[in-house]
């Protein structure tokens, strides 16, 4: 699907905001010929500082001009086009006088969209977004080859900062968030995704209402020549798909829960697919190295968003065995005697360490524990069930937890005071058949910078493991 690109060169052209997004737009602009000057509100910002950032991304940064501080009127009077970083709310007093001015207000991804070529699967939602779009960039590479697929976005790469390289041939898959959909208009991706909407992000929308719209405006310019995928699970998405007209795009599902006429779903621990022509295995979940319903909703979107772009199924496949999942969410790490590890060093919070223990599929040793954010660990103790055999415990938190664990009758506890000491307890204390998680429901300071460090070491030790075998 081809889209018209539109031609910037000499205009006047206010990027607002100055983080990464702002810097890969202001560069992406001089590059197409306009004339962008970065701002950004924040005073105790240099421009010797901004400059230095640009300097980085690379050349032709040179044309850029920089402001810091006030926005003046005669500033806001002698652009053409205001583009807003995505952390920058849409309904803010500089924001809204350029929007009285007459200025039209574009998002770096419609700007980027604006700026590039060839096809665009956008994938939006609440949650699973990141997994779905890592997945859907795989299945695209094997497709189509490296070469041709960029994957960016919310995900981590801003698409402006591709969007030039791009030609006819490319395929960008997508993560796009709300803050992104605020300020789209002609951007008009071939396959969008919603994977569920839950609240989130109340204080940037305000209102459940205007979330659900923002969201939803990602199949806004979409035709009867596009896919849409939804999660049948999602009682907002089931109104919304209810509501697509037949001038739209053509609606798909997806179900962790029921079977459905057509689209995607999971029965009796199998991925299906139903179509015109039947009812089809794609794969079953055992052959899958990322666990869990949610991820198994992720893995349909992705899948169906590969079908709609004609890949055959004997590929997809393919993929599928090989994706170890997002690097420190339920991260399939390796198996080693018989023990299977996983990293969900991302799991900083007990909501999200619940999902985890809920994933997994053999008798698991779990390591917990870390920096004390005032958090109740009671839900997490009683997501154990028959699945958690022994909890190894480190950090700030480890007394806290065992006396709650103790409290709801978990007695299998050990505390340990180093990590090294925690992955050789794990390690004593697993059998063949079992796995061991890292899933530590707090955050990681104190031991590490962040949680991605965490999640590094935690590789390193089973790498160190596997190769002393």
Same mark, same amino acid.
């Given at each position: 699907?081809?889209?018209?690109?539109?031609?910037?060169?000499?205009?006047?052209?206010?990027?607002?905001?100055?983080?990464?997004?702002?810097?890969?737009?202001?560069?992406?602009?001089?590059?197409?010929?306009?004339?962008?000057?970065?701002?950004?509100?924040?005073?105790?910002?240099?421009?010797?500082?901004?400059?230095?950032?640009?300097?980085?991304?690379?050349?032709?940064?040179?044309?850029?001009?920089?402001?810091?501080?006030?926005?003046?009127?005669?500033?806001?009077?002698?652009?053409?086009?205001?583009?807003?970083?995505?952390?920058?709310?849409?309904?803010?007093?500089?924001?809204?006088?350029?929007?009285?001015?007459?200025?039209?207000?574009?998002?770096?991804?419609?700007?980027?969209?604006?700026?590039?070529?060839?096809?665009?699967?956008?994938?939006?939602?609440?949650?699973?977004?990141?997994?779905?779009?890592?997945?859907?960039?795989?299945?695209?590479?094997?497709?189509?080859?490296?070469?041709?697929?960029?994957?960016?976005?919310?995900?981590?790469?801003?698409?402006?900062?591709?969007?030039?390289?791009?030609?006819?041939?490319?395929?960008?898959?997508?993560?796009?968030?709300?803050?992104?959909?605020?300020?789209?208009?002609?951007?008009?991706?071939?396959?969008?995704?919603?994977?569920?909407?839950?609240?989130?992000?109340?204080?940037?929308?305000?209102?459940?209402?205007?979330?659900?719209?923002?969201?939803?405006?990602?199949?806004?310019?979409?035709?009867?020549?596009?896919?849409?995928?939804?999660?049948?699970?999602?009682?907002?998405?089931?109104?919304?798909?209810?509501?697509?007209?037949?001038?739209?795009?053509?609606?798909?599902?997806?179900?962790?829960?029921?079977? *459905?006429?057509?689209? =995607?779903? !999971?029965?009796?621990?199998?991925?299906? &697919?139903?179509?015109? %022509? $039947? @009812? /089809?295995?794609? #794969?079953?979940?055992?052959?899958?190295?990322?666990?869990?319903?949610?991820?198994?909703?992720?893995?349909?979107?992705?899948?169906?968003?590969? *079908?709609?772009?004609? =890949?055959? !199924?004997?590929?997809?496949?393919?993929? &599928?065995?090989?994706? %170890? $999942? @997002? /690097?420190?969410? #339920?991260?399939?790490?390796?198996?080693?005697?018989?023990?299977?590890?996983?990293?969900?060093?991302?799991?900083?919070?007990?909501?999200?360490?619940?999902?985890?223990?809920?994933?997994?599929?053999?008798?698991?040793?779990?390591?917990?524990?870390?920096?004390?954010?005032?958090?109740?660990?009671?839900?997490?103790?009683?997501?154990?069930?028959?699945?958690?055999?022994?909890?190894?415990?480190?950090?700030?938190?480890?007394?806290?937890?065992?006396?709650?664990?103790?409290?709801?009758?978990?007695?299998?506890?050990?505390?340990?005071?180093?990590?090294?000491?925690?992955?050789?307890?794990?390690?004593?204390?697993?059998?063949?058949?079992?796995?061991?998680?890292?899933?530590?429901?707090?955050?990681?300071?104190?031991?590490?910078?962040?949680?991605?460090?965490?999640?590094?070491?935690?590789?390193?030790?089973?790498?160190?493991?596997?190769?002393?075998?």
């Amino acid at each position: 699907m081809e889209h018209e690109k539109t031609d910037l060169r000499g205009k006047q052209v206010l990027v607002f905001g100055a983080g990464r997004s702002g810097i890969a737009a202001s560069m992406l602009l001089a590059a197409c010929g306009a004339c962008p000057v970065l701002y950004d509100g924040n005073e105790s910002l240099t421009e010797d500082a901004v400059r230095a950032q640009l300097h980085q991304a690379g050349e032709g940064n040179e044309g850029v001009g920089i402001v810091i501080g006030a926005l003046t009127d005669s500033l806001i009077a002698s652009v053409d086009l205001c583009v807003l970083s995505p952390g920058v709310p849409v309904d803010i007093d500089p924001v809204n006088r350029i929007r009285n001015a007459g200025v039209t207000i574009w998002g770096e991804v419609e700007l980027a969209y604006c700026l590039s070529k060839g096809e665009v699967l956008a994938v939006t939602g609440t949650n699973g977004k990141t997994t779905t779009v890592t997945l859907l960039g795989e299945l695209m590479k094997r497709f189509a080859g490296q070469e041709r697929v960029h994957v960016v976005g919310n995900i981590g790469i801003p698409y402006t900062k591709v969007a030039a390289a791009t030609t006819e041939e490319s395929i960008c898959v997508a993560e796009i968030s709300s803050f992104q959909l605020e300020t789209t208009h002609a951007f008009h991706p071939h396959v969008s995704v919603i994977t569920n909407i839950t609240p989130d992000h109340l204080n940037r929308h305000h209102t459940m209402e205007e979330y659900i719209r923002v969201k939803e405006r990602i199949a806004e310019r979409q035709t009867d020549q596009d896919v849409l995928i939804l999660n049948y699970e999602d009682a907002v998405l089931r109104e919304f798909g209810s509501r697509i007209p037949k001038t739209g795009p053509r609606v798909v599902w997806f179900s962790s829960a029921r079977t *459905l006429d057509r689209g =995607m779903y !999971l029965e009796n621990d199998v991925l299906k &697919l139903a179509d015109d %022509s $039947g @009812v /089809e295995d794609v #794969i079953h979940t055992d052959e899958l190295k990322i666990l869990g319903a949610h991820n198994y909703e992720n893995v349909c979107a992705a899948v169906l968003s590969a *079908l709609a772009m004609h =890949m055959p !199924l004997d590929q997809i496949r393919e993929v &599928l065995r090989a994706f %170890s $999942g @997002v /690097e420190h969410r #339920i991260e399939f790490v390796a198996e080693v005697d018989g023990v299977c590890y996983y990293n969900d060093s991302k799991g900083t919070n007990p909501d999200a360490a619940i999902k985890a223990v809920q994933a997994m599929k053999r008798p698991t040793v779990l390591i917990g524990g870390g920096y004390d954010k005032d958090s109740s660990y009671d839900t997490w103790i009683e997501s154990f069930h028959e699945k958690v055999k022994a909890l190894v415990l480190v950090g700030a938190t480890k007394e806290k937890i065992a006396r709650c664990a103790k409290a709801h009758g978990f007695e299998n506890v050990r505390l340990c005071e180093t990590f090294e000491e925690c992955f050789d307890t794990c390690v004593a204390l697993a059998s063949p058949g079992d796995a061991i998680l890292l899933s530590p429901a707090c955050a990681s300071w104190g031991m590490f910078k962040d949680y991605e460090e965490r999640g590094r070491v935690f590789k390193q030790l089973v790498l160190k493991r596997s190769q002393m075998k």
